[in-house]
């Protein structure tokens, strides 16, 4: 299914390429066809076409985390953190924005900006609120014994 999708939306994508939706839907073409590499550069093309929904900021973001680059994903989820802050949105993407910059930063040992973030969680109901508690209570202990936190090795951000 995914590949008559993909050659509809490749030819809508030609007629214009310009147009960040068509872009988006590529990348998730190929994203369902375990084809990351492709995805990246569709939604970075995407983003260079001004995505005004911020679909690929995110969806990118997950696929550098994916690759191993989080430098670039925490990159892509700090600009689609301050995108939906201007726009004052509220959504499942801004909680998973927060989780990953949270844990980014304990991980890198910013333990006062993986604390705004963990707080910034409980905004959210559900999983997110019980991640922060988690998270909140790490970084305390980390903060009142004056060490660095060792997360384990290879556990990604996302769930």
Not at 19 to 48: P, S, T
Not at 52 to 63: N, S, V
Not at 139 to 151: Q, S
Request: aromatic fraction near 8%; hydrophobic fraction near 35%.
């Amino acid at each position: 299914m995914c590949i008559r999708d993909r050659y509809y939306f490749t030819r809508a994508g030609l007629a214009r390429p310009k147009d960040a939706r068509m872009w988006n839907a590529i990348g998730n073409c190929y994203e369902k066809m375990e084809k990351k590499l492709e995805a990246q550069k569709c939604y970075e093309r995407a983003e260079n076409c001004k995505d005004k929904e911020g679909i690929a900021l995110h969806r990118l973001a997950k696929l550098y985390d994916l690759l191993g680059m989080e430098e670039k994903a925490t990159k892509c989820m700090e600009e689609n953190l301050r995108r939906k802050d201007e726009e004052h949105i509220v959504d499942k993407e801004l909680g998973e924005c927060l989780l990953y910059l949270a844990r980014y930063h304990k991980k890198a040992g910013n333990l006062e900006k993986a604390l705004a973030y963990a707080r910034r969680l409980y905004d959210f109901n559900g999983t997110e609120r019980e991640e922060a508690n988690t998270l909140i209570y790490e970084i305390n202990l980390a903060l009142t014994a004056g060490t660095a936190v060792n997360p384990a090795a290879g556990v990604s951000p996302f769930p």
